[in-house]
Each structure stands twice: as structure tokens, then as C-alpha cells.
């Protein structure tokens, strides 16, 4: 019998196919849950033996995250160039049980599945796409509170979800970003954020589902 955390089921179906996924705990002696790479300790569903976002052989399927769940802080999944998803992370959004103006207006406009991270001060997107024509910010980036993760990289799944709708193309986004990316390079990050929701709010029709 599969033991899992009841809230993983409203994780999409269509990314539960791929056999990318992870269990985690967080290691006690990083403060910020900022810092994927150095904030958590993966493993193996099945063997329980280390896990890196560099090599599938320490990934196992959704059904085998499940079920080893209980014995961790939670399940994740390791993102790659061969599959179609990204993940978009809007860290420090919300003010107690309160997004902020601009996170809910990105939300209405890409529609695509969006959960609460663990600590629940963050959003994370699910969505397809990859960054394109931008080096510089290839498979990770993070400017201001802003951070994609198309490939190599890791991300934390509860299944607190705030939009359960299917994970959906967020391309126009992506090359909001990449654009905003090349114009504000070198500048303040809070410059580049601020610019960023200024870009997708002067455009929302054109990000309107």
C-alpha cells in the first residue's frame, strides 16, 4: 500500500509520468530555503541513497517519491533539458495569508499550476517552456525574488496548491524575462524585479489565457 501525503494528488498528472523525482530533508544548517542546491539533502526514493540533479540514476518515478515520503521532509522534482517544464519561483510574495498585487496578477495571467513552497512564503509555477536566446541564464537564475529553474536544478513539491489547473505554456513569459534579463543586466536587483512586473503588467492582455 502506497503511503503518501494526501495534498500530493493535486500535483498534475502529466508531470507525474516522468521519472525525475526525489524525497528531501532540509539541512538544519542552512537558514535560507533560498538556496536549493545547498538547502537540501536528496535521496533516492527507493535505495534512500544520496540523490543529485546531475545524474538520473539517483531518480525514481512519483509513485516511488509517494511512498517513501513518509520517511522525509518531502518529495521534489529534478528538472532537465529533455523534458518540457520549468519552474518559476516568486520568493518572500506573501504578507501572512496575503500574495501581493503583482504575484496575483502574474498568477491570472499565466494560469498554470502554482503551489505554496514548503515554508509557504513563496510561490512556485509549473510550467512548459525554456528560456531562449539567453545564455547567461541558462538552466538557473535568479534576479531579486525572482528564480527559473529549467534544468539541473531541483524544486520542492507539497501539493499546497493555489491555482490545481494543468501546467500550461508560459513561453511569453520566459521571454518577458530573458528580454528584461539582457535590458537590466548589472543593475540593482530590485530594479530588475520591479521592471519585470511593470513589463507583464503594461502586456497582460498578451499573457491572458
Same mark, same amino acid.
Given at each position: 500500500?502506497?503511503?503518501?501525503?494526501?495534498?500530493? @494528488?493535486?500535483?498534475?498528472?502529466?508531470?507525474?509520468?516522468?521519472?525525475? %523525482? =526525489?524525497?528531501?530533508?532540509?539541512?538544519?544548517?542552512?537558514?535560507? %530555503?533560498?538556496?536549493?542546491?545547498?538547502?537540501?539533502?536528496?535521496?533516492?526514493?527507493?535505495?534512500?541513497?544520496?540523490?543529485?540533479?546531475?545524474?538520473?540514476?539517483?531518480?525514481?518515478?512519483?509513485?516511488?517519491?509517494?511512498?517513501? !515520503? /513518509?520517511?522525509?521532509? /518531502?518529495? /521534489?522534482?529534478?528538472?532537465? +533539458?529533455?523534458?518540457? *517544464?520549468?519552474?518559476? !519561483? &516568486?520568493?518572500?510574495?506573501?504578507?501572512?495569508? #496575503?500574495?501581493? +498585487?503583482?504575484?496575483?496578477?502574474?498568477?491570472?495571467? #499565466?494560469?498554470?499550476? $502554482?503551489?505554496?513552497?514548503?515554508?509557504?512564503?513563496?510561490?512556485?509555477? &509549473?510550467?512548459?517552456?525554456? #528560456?531562449?536566446?539567453?545564455?547567461?541564464?541558462?538552466?538557473?537564475?535568479?534576479?531579486?525574488?525572482?528564480? #527559473?529553474? !529549467?534544468?539541473?536544478?531541483?524544486?520542492? *513539491?507539497? /501539493?499546497? $496548491?493555489?491555482?490545481?489547473?494543468?501546467?500550461?505554456? =508560459?513561453?511569453?513569459?520566459?521571454?518577458?524575462?530573458? @528580454?528584461?534579463? +539582457?535590458?537590466?543586466?548589472?543593475?540593482?536587483?530590485?530594479?530588475?524585479?520591479?521592471? =519585470? *512586473?511593470?513589463?507583464? %503588467?503594461?502586456?497582460?492582455?498578451?499573457?491572458?489565457?
Amino acid at each position: 500500500m502506497m503511503w503518501y501525503i494526501p495534498a500530493l @494528488q493535486y500535483i498534475p498528472d502529466e508531470i507525474k509520468d516522468y521519472a525525475q %523525482w =526525489v524525497v528531501w530533508n532540509k539541512q538544519s544548517d542552512v537558514l535560507s %530555503w533560498k538556496d536549493y542546491r545547498r538547502g537540501y539533502t536528496l535521496y533516492h526514493p527507493r535505495t534512500g541513497e544520496p540523490a543529485n540533479v546531475y545524474d538520473p540514476l539517483t531518480w525514481g518515478t512519483y509513485e516511488e517519491a509517494c511512498e517513501a !515520503s /513518509g520517511g522525509y521532509e /518531502g518529495i /521534489g522534482f529534478v528538472f532537465t +533539458k529533455y523534458d518540457p *517544464f520549468v519552474g518559476i !519561483s &516568486i520568493n518572500h510574495c506573501r504578507n501572512e495569508s #496575503v500574495l501581493t +498585487k503583482e504575484v496575483n496578477t502574474l498568477m491570472r495571467q #499565466v494560469v498554470s499550476y $502554482t503551489e505554496f513552497s514548503p515554508h509557504e512564503k513563496s510561490i512556485h509555477i &509549473i510550467g512548459k517552456g525554456k #528560456v531562449k536566446d539567453c545564455p547567461e541564464i541558462d538552466g538557473y537564475w535568479c534576479r531579486g525574488n525572482i528564480a #527559473v529553474n !529549467s534544468w539541473d536544478r531541483f524544486l520542492p *513539491f507539497k /501539493g499546497n $496548491t493555489i491555482l490545481q489547473v494543468p501546467i500550461r505554456n =508560459v513561453q511569453p513569459l520566459l521571454d518577458c524575462l530573458a @528580454q528584461t534579463y +539582457k535590458i537590466e543586466h548589472g543593475k540593482p536587483e530590485n530594479a530588475f524585479e520591479e521592471l =519585470v *512586473f511593470q513589463v507583464i %503588467w503594461k502586456n497582460q492582455r498578451y499573457y491572458l489565457w
